[in-house]
């Protein structure tokens, strides 16, 4: 009696719902091959796998919230693993290089929020549409990147490199602590601070943010130069997990993270998406991904599955919601 | 009555908890024009949409000329004659003036080719009824307020019609023009059109309609014919009590100078604008429309960077061109168009007020108190009366009156020292307009500066001390609003 | 002995190489009785190809026979595997520290080397000409275009190189594009020479509509069952590769030996064609399994 | 006529001509017919794609499945014709793959206009999806024996003429086929009301709705001539590359819409022209067909294509914003 409205109301939302269906995929996964998806080994390599192009997910989430989208995430990450590794080959010394590796990560850090600083000037400043914006300055930046190195990878750190992809904390793998505090963090940010509630206002209706007296060019630099850095702080987890950085890493990642965010209920059109929402929707696909792989399905029909997913979700979500669509 | 046009009957409509309509009752014969009056929320505007098949009533009859209709959809409205003003106009503000006029006539005479030639022709003929003036080939998202509601109209009086129904359609008009559209309802019920007229103006309602439906919370309370009210009656039956105008109480001879204008100038839309605004005094800037009203009041908020001039607030000079240094200055801006320009439509009440109190807001780390911000938004609901059951709903399912007292919130919540208000009772019934105008009183005895840009004369006279009449972007006269009387003042714009 | 589960992971599934590979995967399986299958990430990215590997590993393998996309990326999940107690056999990634053995079908400049050759033959040793590599990103194909720029400016310096490395983003579109603009850019190249498997299809469709198919030399690596209808009309001259099924059962039959314990010498003999006499320097060993192939032999190679 | 110097078109002419005079100062050979008919044939396939992307935005909408729309149909029309009908001529070819093309596109016609879902990701769902049937259930090998009607087509040339160093230059007869479908869409906007509806739900679906245009019925139509156009664009594709490749075509989506979007077409929908269209397919043609030309090293190309992007975005963009705050 009681149990069917608790449920109701937790389907009501996108992001209960969300829930639901990653636990489903988690329980269908488990019982087609128990021994294999449940062992310890599994869960810890896909918590290995995800925090990398969820914190770009992350990144694409808060410029959706603003009605805009940021293409150039993967070429800002490996530019800025490249400028990391860089640092990490010249300046290595003896030791293991705890010191170098801290300079490394803040510079990239820093050349990642001046990407998204560029990308911000080009948007706000000059008005141009964000997803040209971003394919424009992705592509210099990945060319930047090539520049660099002449296309080759950059390799040979020092040990401590690895901390960061390939370690544990207690038994929790760091690149999954790192998307924990980020998540939390821009989640926080989202709902709590006056920047969260002003970019989600500005994704709704830009002029009305402008007659509000909302300081909309400030706003967006910032929101461009966050997730320039999240993007940065994605490429040293690659480099990391990688020991190496080249101009090519991971670009199956764009197209995924927008999958993701659009997964996870944000409106690439502006005004609403949840951290949490995100998170569901990485979860679901690193379930499905790497069950599949134990059941070694065609990486293909991965593919097949992700689009009916994603379009199921969407189904689910108008069909309940059913006003007229904004 | 034997063969209505068209007869409603036990109409309800809810939204999700919200009864917008319940069971109203409703004919409405050939060549008569029939006023729908009722307070801001109660139910007028989702009675056309239901009339004209936009919305589906959850029960109730709609007969068309005594035949009962099944579910009605636009097209089948717009089939059996009944033409709609949307109280938002919904107009394509990316295709010219011709296409929006002549679109719906098109579409009802299912033509397939694209005939230009005679879709101008049909445009301006239909200009040429109301009598304006509009180019034909621009974007419609390039017009003014006032001239998208004309073009709003005249797509409605483009094509034959039995029934047309009118959503506040003088909102955005000048006296001069809200004339022109009385003699064209005179002339529709004369070739036997019947009209559905809703409007806040209650003395243009009782001039041109023979009966009049009041609603108060979805129920009708009143019918009648139009001679049977008069405004403080139908006021009366509307909002359940007597509401007086009182002009406002008279400024201190005292007041000190709050703001200075000098020479503010923008080529092509204001020339060479000076004005002093003193503390607790409202000014009211009028004029015709296209005079500048809405340029200068954006110049004053820097939304318009001028070509020269000087803002000083309180002897400190204000940043011209850029608005955030004019809110922080303490001026506020609460603008025409509130649609587009004034709400975030899909976001929730509360954040449309809360938006205001952002940065003035304590916070520690940047972690705003969000219970305190949100109750603080709920007071300014309940002292502005927002009529709403759930503050966390979208702003867009508010009723428009109720919509422009968020915006009003919103600003009010800021506490500036300069507030501009453009049009702030555009769409505001009688009883909420009162308010407002107590509300814009009570501003000016705590002795900000209001501005109020406005052709509503009696709102005018009712609100402010001073009156600024703006012609083709200069100010022409400021006078003293005490001295002069309803009449004198149209005179003064008008010449 | 009971049966090994060995998964080869190679670069991207799908294309026409790397199901050839599968092939020669499948073969080994049957003939042996081990559970040896082929996996392959959907999209061309060293990232897809270290989480498929990682998922391997959870999977619990014996061995991993590994085709990296790009090797230093792989480094760090290898060194897990072997950790892990699998065996790692790796291809086309002769500078692999994490790895058993590294078998190459041959050395890469080589290779490069041998395709000059025939160019340069065809040029008559003179003229300008132009290469092509699928990404500047990748490391095989720009050791072959190396190779063979060394051996030209040794052995035929009145040929002259003319461009920088066009990049064709392994898609042939792209290398016809690029041939088109060289040809017009420098309108008197004689010589082309692809790396990625689709650049000389590309080169070779821009070489016959201008109908230059006889004034220019275009060699590459490619596959006949790609370059099949241009080797026809003489668009293109000569393809070389190796042919990918015996590579994918050499790998697989090196992991086996492995796992077994059985030593790994320079000069053995892997009892596969190009493979039955092996180099073996450190961990990498080198066969001489490159095939060349033009308009006589094609019919010979049918995939 | 007078110039209008804050249209997109303009600004993207001037950066057309710029380039062009560029190149012809770093090789006078630059502007010679060859040149042309080589950057006319780069645009057959990306100018049908941009304008079915082009129709899309100005309903209000953004499609990303158009390459993977094409893919799938040239790859399956490849397939079932040499399977089973390798006697239809050329012209029967190309109907097939439109009609292919057409039911892919009802599919997303059927989501968005009838469930009415968001056209982003409806399409980034069914982009995957026919991509992902595809390579799982049809197959992955590429085609390079293409059927008759196909190859024949492959073949056909408008233009042939000899170069002064006996090299040939040609026009492709796909080029045609492109000036066709331009000509056709330009009369669906500008000379039907059809046309006219898919502007005014580009500008307002509300109102559209409100004064009783069929909005489903509208996009629906959009959906299935945009999968048309597609279907047609991937056959000529393969026939002009004579491989049916299922890996090819998938990832052009997005510079194709940033070409329609340079020629002033709005992502918020209801405005766009088909001559900014076919500048912006120009610019993009021309720089990415012309960086060896001007001698610029492969390392540095992408750079140079990302900053001409945003040149050609940057500057209408940049007018715009400098003519509101004139208005204002
Ligand atoms: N789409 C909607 N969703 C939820 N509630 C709605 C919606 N549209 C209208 N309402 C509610 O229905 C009631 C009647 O609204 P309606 O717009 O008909 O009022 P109105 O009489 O036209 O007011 P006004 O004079 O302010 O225009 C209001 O309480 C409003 O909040
Ligand atoms: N920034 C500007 N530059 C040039 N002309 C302008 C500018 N802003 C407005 N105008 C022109 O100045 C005139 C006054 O416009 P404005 O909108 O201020 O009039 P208004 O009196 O407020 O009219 P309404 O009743 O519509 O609010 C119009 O002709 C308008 O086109
Ligand atoms: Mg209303
Ligand atoms: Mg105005």
Redesign the pocket.
Known sequence: MNEVPMLTRFTASTEGRLALIALAVFLVMALLSPDKFLSVQNLTSMAFQFPEFAILALAMTITMLTGGIDLSVVGIANMTAIVAALILTKLTGSGDGWAVLALALSVSVAVGVVAGLFNGILIATLGLPPILATLGSGLIFTGIAIAMTGGSAVMGFPPATAWIGNSTVLGIPTPLIVFALLALGISLLLTRTGFGIKLRMFGANPLAARYAAIDIDAMLLRVYMLSGALAAISGMVVMSRANSAKADYGSSYLLLAVLIAVLGGVNPYGGYGRVIGVVLAVLSMQFLSSGMNMLQVSNFARELIWGTLLILVMIMNTWRAKPRKA | MPDALVTLDGVTKTYSGITALDGVSLSIAAGEAVCLAGENGSGKSTLIKILAGVEQPDRGRIAFAGVTQGPLNPRLSAAAGIKVIFQDFSLFPNLSVAENIAFSAEIGAGARLYRKARIRDLATRTLARIGVDIPLDVAVETL???HKQLVAICRALATEARLIIMDEPTT?L?EREVRVLLGIIRRLKADGVAVLFVSHKLAEVLEVCEHVVVLRNGEKVAEGPATDFDAASLTRHMTGRDVAASPPAPLPANAPVLMQVENLH????CTDISFTLHAGEVLGIS??????????AKALFGL?APDRGSITLNGKPVPTGNPLAAAEAGIGYVP?DRLTEGLFLTQSILQNIAIGRLDAHGSTAGILDLPALMSEARDWLKRLSVKTTTPDAPVRSLSGGNQQRVVLARWMARSPRVLILNGPSVGVDVGSKSEIHGIIAGLAAQGLGVIVISDDLPEVLATCHRVLV?KS?RITEDFDARAVTETELAHRLAS | QDSKKIATVVKIAGIQWFNRMEEGVKQYATDTGNDAFQVGPAQADPQQQAALIEDMIAQGVNALAVVPMSPEALEPVLKRAMDAGITVITHEAASQQNTNYDIEAFVNEDFGANLMEQMATCMGGEGEYAVFVGSLTSQTHNQWVDGAIAYQKEKYPKMTLVGDKNETFDDQQKAYEKAQEVLRAFPNVKGLQGSASTDVAGIGLAVEEKGLGDKTCVFGTSLPSIAGQYLDTGAVDGIGFWDPSVAGYAMNKLATMVMNGEAVTDGMDLGLEGYNKVKLDGKVIYGQAWVNVNKANMADYPF | MKIDWTRNETLVALVILGFCAAAAMSDPGFLSLATLTDLLRGGIVLGIFAVAALIVLISGGIDVSFTAVAAFTMYVTAMILNAALPWLPWWAALAFGMAVGAALGAFNGVLIAFFGLPTLIVTLGTMSIFRGTMLTFIGQKQITTLPPGMRDFGRMMLLRGENSDGSFYSLHGAFAVTVLVVVLTWAILHRTMLGRQIFAIGGSEESARRIGINVSRVQFFVYIYVGALAGLAGIIHASMARVANPFDLVGLELSVIAAVVLGGARLAGGHGTLTGTILGVALIVLVRNSLIVLGIPSTWQSVTIGCLILLGTGLPAWQAKRAAA???
């Not at chain 2, 296209?290 to 340029?295: H, I, K, L, M, V």
């Open positions: 003014s307020v006032a955005a000048t923008k080529d092509g839309a004029g015709l429309l296209g005079s500048g009203r809405t340029a200068l318009v025409e703006m972007g | 004139r208005a204002a």
